[in-house]
């Protein structure tokens, strides 16, 4: 019986860690320029995220995501964002975040308080990153 119980025990151990091992995460960097005048507005937005736009970032399964602020040499803020997409189609995810209503709301308060920076690629608001290290 305790073989039993044992080996019942460690099946379900190991199909449980199968189950995450397939799950592939998709790191992303990007990076935006924000206005000056606008920088308390734009921290103060996100000391208190609003809690649908919250839920909205999880169901389309994103996860650690982190924004930095910093100025650069050339004395211009930019912000850094960094987020883990682990989901199965990041076209469809970004497009029910883009459709989402509040979402939308949220975007009109941020994006006023941004500067996309000229050479990103067509359609992007934040230019995506390059990857060039990763240490798991």
């Known amino acids: 019986m305790k073989n039993l119980v044992l080996i019942i025990t460690l099946?379900?151990?190991?199909?449980?860690g199968a189950g995450c091992a397939q799950q592939q995460v998709q790191r992303y960097g990007m990076v935006i320029g924000v206005?000056?005048?606008?920088l308390d507005e734009y921290?103060?937005?996100?000391?208190?995220v609003w809690p649908g736009v919250l839920k909205?970032?999880?169901?389309?399964?994103?996860?650690?995501?982190?924004?930095?602020?910093?100025?650069?040499?050339d004395g211009k803020h930019y912000l850094f964002g960094y987020f883990e997409y682990f989901g199965e189609d990041f076209k469809a995810d970004m497009a029910k975040m883009a459709a989402d209503p509040l979402t939308q709301k949220w975007w009109e308060l941020c994006e006023?308080?941004?500067?996309p920076l000229s050479n990103r690629e067509e359609g992007q608001w934040w230019a995506n990153m390059e990857e060039v290290f990763h240490l798991n």
């Not at 006023?112 to 500067?115: A, F, L, R, S």
């Open 11 to 16: 099946a379900a151990i190991v199909l449980a």
């Open 35 to 38: 206005r000056e005048e606008k």
């Open 43 to 48: 921290k103060k937005l996100h000391a208190a």
């Open 56 to 73: 909205t970032i999880k169901e389309c399964n994103i996860r650690n995501y982190s924004i930095y602020l910093h100025e650069l040499e």
């Open 112 to 115: 006023p308080c941004q500067i």
